[in-house]
């Protein structure tokens, strides 16, 4: 899995070198140039709005690939309850990866009408 990534991220690193004018800057200065972010945030945010739009049941898919926390006391009223797998191959499932960047997001993010708010938070 992080191989994968890794391989992935060094295509975009690799053709970020390509672009004139730009290849003698350092990684971060060249995608900042070209308006992109590194692979790790894009999944990230893109993980945050699929998560977004389960929950607000804005796709006819069954919202309850998530555990709801009912017994959380000091969080939202959305927060998900992590699982525990034994096997590693299940802790990198989207409902199970998404769980703790979800639960750290504030209270405005996830309760907002669009998700174009959720994209700012």
Known sequence: MTTDIKLIEGVQRQATKLVRGIGNLQYDERLKYLGLTRLEKRRARSDLIETYKIMNGTYSIDRFIFDVDDYGLRA????????????????????????NSWNSLPEHCFNCNTVLILTLC
């Open 76 to 99: 939202h009223d959305k927060k998900l309850f992590k699982r525990r797998f034994r096997l590693d191959i299940r802790k990198f499932v989207f409902s199970n990866r998404v769980v």
